[in-house]
């Protein structure tokens, strides 16, 4: 039976048609990476390193990034012999990073950061061991630096980044069982390392040298952090949108989550597309075209963060809305300005937005009786690089015409 077109939604969750499988692995190499990010300063009482925190914090969710590093380097002046304004102060190069992950010319700015951030802790860790801020940030930079060598397909550097991690956050755990801000990184921890294997047994050998996870216990600890951790409940609000949405397919928690992050960081465009996406799976197609319209407009206005990568998602699934509502002449007109803004965007042809847009095409050419036009979309669709069963869909379709 025909799947709905609803069924294949999320492009934007690999860079690479081709690099699926690979995302997968890189997923699971630093799982021990991604659950060191604690945002937690519970050893320092002071309600000026609080203030200053919060609003920095505050303002880089919502890309206010000048705003930002004042509050960061008040903190790191205030507080010369804590890292917390160093690690603070990357955080911002960290989310420049984000908003168009594929431009790699912010990295040896941040890695270095990231460097100076480990040098101050380990410099502190050397008198004292056992000193609370210095293993948490030590712990965080490294999980940062780990997590973007394997965005940048650095696999062993990677690794050894979580390798290294890992020992630093159980001993602060141990230090400050009772912190909530710790329980970010544990609840990622606890989910990944016992989902990845599962989804993707290829890991299983690597995930033998780690503790075993427990994911329903990552869940609960990702909660509780979401609603009690001082510095890192927005960071575990987003992970649980991320895990709602990519894993678990809680859509409808997935939109209360997006729909309340963005409510706090209107100007977030990461929060703004998931609203989008969510709204979308859940049938809420009115809601979600007044959302990527919006997203759109806002890629016109040049607004910070709303790329050329945000308008072609947005492009793209108002694309899928129209087919959705059989409005086809209008979803072709979508579809036919996400292809050019794949040809502008991408690295190589056949990204998964470029695969799947020529896949919706052809579908569309196959419901207007265009059979000769859906045939050879489905062709090239083939040489494209393969995206879920995109290619299975195409060969399906060479054989029976796609009947909506």
Known sequence: MERSTKA????????????????????????????????????????????????????????????????????????????AGKFFLG??????????????????I??????????????????????????????????????????????????????????????????APDNYDILLGIGIYNYYASTIPEKYPIVKPVMVFFPTGDKQKGIEQLTKASEKAKFASLEAKYF????CYNYEQQYDKAYELSTSLYKEFPNNVVFHRYVGRSSFVLSKFGESAAVFSAISD?????????????????????GMISLNL??????????????????????????????????????????????????MQYQKVQRMSKFENSYELAQQYLKNPYNQ
Not at 56 to 65: C, K, R
Not at 134 to 149: C, N, V
Not at 304 to 314: L, Q
Request: charged share 25%; with cysteine; proline share 3%.
């Open 240 to 243: 649980l949108l991320q895990l």
């Open 298 to 318: 806002r890629c016109d206005r040049n607004d910070r963060g709303y790329s050329n990568y945000a308008k072609r998602e947005a492009i793209y699934y108002l």
């Open 91 to 108: 955080m911002i190069d960290w989310w420049k990073i984000l908003m168009t992950i594929d431009d790699e010319s912010r990295d040896e």
């Open 326 to 375: 059989s409005n086809y002449d209008q979803a072709l007109k979508y579809f036919y300005q996400c292809d050019e803004l794949s040809r502008v965007v991408d690295k190589e042809e056949g990204s998964p937005f470029m695969t799947m847009t020529n896949l919706r095409i052809g579908m569309i050419y196959d419901v207007q009786k265009k059979r000769n036009y859906a045939i």
């Open 110 to 175: 941040f890695f270095n950061k990231m460097d100076d951030v480990i040098e101050l802790c380990d410099s502190i860790l050397e008198r004292n061991e056992n000193d609370v801020a210095a293993l948490f940030f030590k712990g965080g930079a490294l999980g940062f630096q780990g997590r973007l060598r394997a965005n940048r397909y650095s696999w062993i550097k990677a690794a050894n980044d979580g390798r290294l991690a890992l020992p630093i956050v159980q001993k602060a755990y141990k230090i």
């Open 8 to 83: 294949i939604v999320n492009p934007s969750n690999a860079r690479t048609s081709s690099d699926r499988t690979m995302n997968a692995v890189k997923r699971s190499l630093i799982v021990t990476i991604l659950f060191t990010s604690v945002l937690s300063s519970q050893w320092v009482t002071s309600p000026d390193f609080d203030l200053l925190a919060r609003r920095g914090i505050n303002a880089v969710y919502n890309l206010e990034f000048e705003k930002a590093e004042i509050e960061f380097s008040t903190l790191a002046k205030n507080y010369p012999s804590h890292p």
